[in-house]
Protein backbone atom coordinates (compact mmCIF):
# COMPACT_ATOMS: atom_id res chain seq x y z
CA UNK A 1 0.00 0.00 0.00
CA UNK A 2 1.33 3.23 -0.64
CA UNK A 3 2.30 6.27 1.50
CA UNK A 4 0.59 9.09 0.97
CA UNK A 5 2.46 11.76 -1.10
CA UNK A 6 1.32 14.59 -3.94
CA UNK A 7 1.99 11.89 -6.66
CA UNK A 8 -0.55 9.48 -4.70
CA UNK A 9 -3.06 12.05 -3.99
CA UNK A 10 -3.23 12.85 -7.32
CA UNK A 11 -2.87 9.66 -9.34
CA UNK A 12 -5.51 9.18 -11.49
CA UNK A 13 -7.94 6.61 -8.66
CA UNK A 14 -8.37 9.82 -6.26
CA UNK A 15 -8.73 12.14 -9.47
CA UNK A 16 -12.04 10.14 -10.80
CA UNK A 17 -12.72 10.14 -6.99
CA UNK A 18 -12.03 14.06 -7.12
CA UNK A 19 -14.53 14.39 -9.85
CA UNK A 20 -17.10 12.22 -8.57
CA UNK A 21 -17.47 14.84 -5.82
CA UNK A 22 -17.02 17.63 -8.40
CA UNK A 23 -20.22 16.65 -10.14
CA UNK A 24 -22.63 16.51 -6.80
CA UNK A 25 -23.41 20.40 -7.48
CA UNK A 26 -24.24 19.94 -11.00
CA UNK A 27 -26.89 17.02 -10.39
CA UNK A 28 -28.43 18.81 -7.37
CA UNK A 29 -28.81 21.73 -9.76
CA UNK A 30 -30.30 19.70 -12.12
CA UNK A 31 -33.01 17.75 -9.87
CA UNK A 32 -33.86 21.29 -8.58
CA UNK A 33 -35.08 22.31 -11.70
CA UNK A 34 -37.64 19.80 -11.86
CA UNK A 35 -40.99 21.03 -11.66
CA UNK A 36 -44.52 21.07 -11.94
CA UNK A 37 -44.06 24.40 -13.55
CA UNK A 38 -42.13 22.87 -17.02
CA UNK A 39 -43.47 20.88 -19.72
CA UNK A 40 -43.07 16.90 -19.58
CA UNK A 41 -40.69 17.51 -22.18
CA UNK A 42 -38.27 19.67 -19.97
CA UNK A 43 -38.20 17.24 -16.70
CA UNK A 44 -37.30 14.16 -19.00
CA UNK A 45 -34.59 16.03 -20.17
CA UNK A 46 -33.35 17.30 -16.75
CA UNK A 47 -34.11 14.10 -15.54
CA UNK A 48 -32.19 12.00 -18.36
CA UNK A 49 -29.20 14.69 -17.76
CA UNK A 50 -28.84 14.02 -13.84
CA UNK A 51 -29.45 10.30 -14.97
CA UNK A 52 -26.44 10.07 -17.16
CA UNK A 53 -24.06 12.68 -15.24
CA UNK A 54 -25.14 10.15 -12.12
CA UNK A 55 -23.72 6.63 -13.94
CA UNK A 56 -20.86 8.17 -15.53
CA UNK A 57 -20.45 9.02 -11.77
CA UNK A 58 -21.13 4.99 -10.75
CA UNK A 59 -18.97 3.84 -13.71
CA UNK A 60 -16.05 6.12 -12.66
CA UNK A 61 -15.98 4.35 -9.20
CA UNK A 62 -15.47 0.72 -10.64
CA UNK A 63 -12.52 2.62 -13.15
CA UNK A 64 -11.01 3.83 -9.91
CA UNK A 65 -11.29 0.63 -7.94
CA UNK A 66 -9.64 -1.17 -11.04
CA UNK A 67 -6.89 1.17 -11.73
CA UNK A 68 -6.14 1.37 -7.87
CA UNK A 69 -5.65 -2.53 -7.77
CA UNK A 70 -4.05 -3.10 -11.39
CA UNK A 71 -1.35 -0.28 -11.15
CA UNK A 72 -0.86 -0.82 -7.23
CA UNK A 73 -2.23 2.48 -6.50
CA UNK A 74 -4.01 1.77 -3.32
CA UNK A 75 -3.54 4.02 -0.10
CA UNK A 76 -5.07 4.85 2.83
CA UNK A 77 -6.37 7.89 1.94
CA UNK A 78 -8.06 6.72 -1.04
CA UNK A 79 -9.53 3.86 0.75
CA UNK A 80 -10.99 6.41 2.69
CA UNK A 81 -12.37 9.01 0.76
CA UNK A 82 -13.78 6.75 -1.78
CA UNK A 83 -16.67 5.61 0.37
CA UNK A 84 -16.86 9.34 1.64
CA UNK A 85 -17.45 10.05 -2.46
CA UNK A 86 -20.16 7.77 -2.29
CA UNK A 87 -22.00 8.46 0.40
CA UNK A 88 -22.18 12.73 -0.60
CA UNK A 89 -23.51 12.03 -4.16
CA UNK A 90 -26.02 8.95 -2.98
CA UNK A 91 -27.24 11.19 0.26
CA UNK A 92 -27.52 14.38 -2.19
CA UNK A 93 -29.54 12.40 -4.54
CA UNK A 94 -31.88 10.84 -2.22
CA UNK A 95 -32.51 14.14 -0.02
CA UNK A 96 -33.69 16.21 -3.45
CA UNK A 97 -35.66 13.15 -4.34
CA UNK A 98 -37.82 13.87 -1.46
CA UNK A 99 -39.68 17.03 -2.89
CA UNK A 100 -40.09 15.17 -6.04
CA UNK A 101 -41.91 12.70 -4.75
CA UNK A 102 -39.68 10.31 -5.96
CA UNK A 103 -38.53 8.73 -2.40
CA UNK A 104 -40.21 9.11 0.80
CA UNK A 105 -38.98 11.04 3.61
CA UNK A 106 -38.89 8.12 6.16
CA UNK A 107 -37.11 5.99 3.44
CA UNK A 108 -34.40 8.46 3.02
CA UNK A 109 -33.43 8.78 6.40
CA UNK A 110 -33.41 5.25 7.15
CA UNK A 111 -31.06 4.66 5.13
CA UNK A 112 -29.01 8.28 5.94
CA UNK A 113 -29.64 6.74 9.39
CA UNK A 114 -27.15 4.12 8.24
CA UNK A 115 -24.46 6.40 6.37
CA UNK A 116 -24.23 8.66 9.21
CA UNK A 117 -23.85 6.10 11.65
CA UNK A 118 -21.13 4.03 9.58
CA UNK A 119 -19.65 7.03 8.52
CA UNK A 120 -19.00 8.26 12.60
CA UNK A 121 -17.08 4.41 13.13
CA UNK A 122 -15.19 4.86 10.14
CA UNK A 123 -14.06 8.12 11.84
CA UNK A 124 -13.74 6.47 15.03
CA UNK A 125 -11.49 3.76 13.58
CA UNK A 126 -9.20 6.53 11.57
CA UNK A 127 -8.55 7.90 14.61
CA UNK A 128 -7.33 5.04 16.10
CA UNK A 129 -5.41 4.34 13.26
CA UNK A 130 -7.71 1.79 11.61
CA UNK A 131 -9.06 1.62 8.38
CA UNK A 132 -11.68 -0.97 7.24
CA UNK A 133 -12.41 -1.20 3.60
CA UNK A 134 -15.35 -1.76 2.52
CA UNK A 135 -16.88 -5.70 2.41
CA UNK A 136 -18.35 -7.42 -0.20
CA UNK A 137 -22.17 -6.99 1.33
CA UNK A 138 -21.06 -3.14 1.37
CA UNK A 139 -19.86 -3.24 -2.19
CA UNK A 140 -22.70 -4.94 -2.86
CA UNK A 141 -24.84 -2.36 -1.12
CA UNK A 142 -23.46 0.57 -3.21
CA UNK A 143 -23.82 -1.31 -6.78
CA UNK A 144 -27.77 -1.77 -5.64
CA UNK A 145 -28.14 2.08 -4.66
CA UNK A 146 -26.10 2.67 -7.64
CA UNK A 147 -28.92 0.79 -9.92
CA UNK A 148 -31.54 2.04 -8.05
CA UNK A 149 -31.12 5.77 -7.82
CA UNK A 150 -29.95 5.83 -11.66
CA UNK A 151 -33.00 4.36 -12.37
CA UNK A 152 -35.30 6.67 -9.86
CA UNK A 153 -33.38 9.81 -11.32
CA UNK A 154 -34.10 8.63 -15.21
CA UNK A 155 -38.27 8.23 -13.90
CA UNK A 156 -39.78 8.03 -16.76
CA UNK A 157 -40.52 4.70 -19.06
CA UNK A 158 -37.97 3.82 -21.29
CA UNK A 159 -39.65 1.56 -24.15
CA UNK A 160 -42.25 0.58 -22.08
CA UNK A 161 -40.33 -0.40 -19.19
CA UNK A 162 -41.00 1.87 -15.70
CA UNK A 163 -38.07 3.64 -14.31
CA UNK A 164 -39.67 4.25 -11.09
CA UNK A 165 -40.59 0.48 -10.70
CA UNK A 166 -37.14 -0.50 -11.34
CA UNK A 167 -35.44 1.82 -9.44
CA UNK A 168 -37.97 1.03 -6.39
CA UNK A 169 -36.64 -3.11 -6.62
CA UNK A 170 -33.53 -2.04 -6.96
CA UNK A 171 -33.65 0.58 -3.62
CA UNK A 172 -35.31 -2.42 -1.74
CA UNK A 173 -32.56 -4.49 -3.05
CA UNK A 174 -30.03 -2.01 -1.53
CA UNK A 175 -31.98 -1.22 1.73
CA UNK A 176 -31.28 -5.20 2.76
CA UNK A 177 -27.52 -4.72 1.53
CA UNK A 178 -27.75 -1.56 3.45
CA UNK A 179 -28.37 -2.96 6.80
CA UNK A 180 -26.72 -6.51 6.17
CA UNK A 181 -23.35 -4.16 5.52
CA UNK A 182 -24.10 -2.04 8.17
CA UNK A 183 -23.81 -5.10 10.45
CA UNK A 184 -20.65 -6.42 8.90
CA UNK A 185 -19.10 -3.26 9.50
CA UNK A 186 -19.63 -2.55 13.29
CA UNK A 187 -18.76 -6.61 13.70
CA UNK A 188 -15.50 -6.07 11.41
CA UNK A 189 -14.93 -2.49 14.27
CA UNK A 190 -15.31 -4.18 17.08
CA UNK A 191 -13.35 -7.04 15.90
CA UNK A 192 -10.14 -4.62 14.93
CA UNK A 193 -10.88 -3.03 18.42
CA UNK A 194 -10.64 -5.69 20.04
CA UNK A 195 -7.44 -7.32 18.63
CA UNK A 196 -5.71 -3.45 19.01
CA UNK A 197 -6.47 -3.97 23.19
CA UNK A 198 -5.37 -7.55 23.32
Not at 22 to 37: D, F, R, S, T
Not at 122 to 138: D, L, N, T
Amino acid sequence: MNTLNRQVLLGLPNLLTFARIAVIPLIAILMMLIGPENSLQTNRFLSFTAAGIFICAAVSDLVDGYLARRYGLVNLFGKFVDPMADKLIHMTVMILMIPLGRLPAWFVALLLFREIFITGLRGVAAGEGMIIGAGEWGKKKTAWTNVGLSALLLYYPIYGVSSYTVGWVAMVIATFYNITSGVQYTMMFFKQVGKQRS
